[in-house]
Nanobody, 121 residues
Framework: QVQLIESGGGLVQAGDSLRLSCVAS????????MAWFRQAPGRKREFVSA????????NYAESVKGRFTISRDDAKNTVYLQMNSLKPEDTAVYYC??????????????WGAGTLVTVSS
């Protein structure tokens, strides 16, 4: 079992930055695919960013490319999402998720409870 706890969300203004953290417990995340998803009010959950087990491969949704950066620190069992130039449309609950094995973002094994990010205009 892996438990994921997200933090770092909050209320910010458009153009501001936030850094989300996701701390894992129960198992070391080295070797795990780590990803961030988000769900805005009234919308389906969507992919934001992912990082492979080595940190050598990262992927981003088109809507966040150039503004968000995912990283991982396996020594701290933590994955981060640096969010810059935030826009009101980035408002959502952000979820951390993980998967052991292949790079399959449609089949994540564990999810956190989420952290709310609200961006005011």
């Amino acid at each position: 079992q892996v438990q994921l706890i997200e933090s770092g969300g909050g209320l910010v203004q458009a153009g501001d930055s936030l850094r989300l953290s996701c701390v894992a417990s129960g198992r070391a995340i080295s070797g795990y695919l780590m990803a961030w998803f988000r769900q805005a009010p009234g919308r389906k959950r969507e992919f934001v960013s992912a990082i492979n087990w080595s940190g050598g491969i990262t992927n981003y949704a088109e809507s966040v490319k150039g503004r968000f950066t995912i990283s991982r620190d396996d020594a701290k069992n933590t994955v981060y999402l640096q969010m810059n130039s935030l826009k009101p449309e980035d408002t959502a609950v952000y979820y951390c998720a993980t998967r052991w094995g292949d790079y399959d973002l449609t089949n994540m094994d564990y999810w956190g409870a989420g952290t709310l990010v609200t961006v005011s205009s």
